[in-house]
């Protein structure tokens, strides 16, 4: 018999989440993780420290030319991490 007081571990995941951090939480965690299957190996390797905050990504690049270049492709690169959880959460971002 099922019972509908009980949840599934991800159900109480999720509503922890959304409670104390905020609804767009969990989504934001899957676009930080999933950055390196969007952008690749090569230039996986030259970013670090990524973190989001009100609706931008900030991504530090440890090569100025690799900079640029992402720069030309930020809406291309947004649209994809955007796609990665259904929805638009990212705005903008920026290439430190």
Do not use: C
């Amino acid at each position: 018999m099922n019972d509908p007081n009980q949840n599934t571990v991800g159900e109480l995941i999720k509503a922890y989440y959304a409670e104390h951090k905020g609804s767009g939480y969990l989504d934001e965690l899957k676009i930080i993780n999933g950055w390196n299957g969007v952008v690749g190996p090569f230039i996986a390797q030259y970013t670090k420290d990524l973190y989001i905050k009100e609706g931008v990504l900030f991504v530090k690049l440890t090569s100025d030319s690799l900079r640029n270049e992402l720069g030309y492709a930020k809406s291309l690169l947004r649209d994809n991490l955007n796609n990665l959880v259904g929805r638009e959460v990212l705005t903008d971002i920026v290439f430190r």
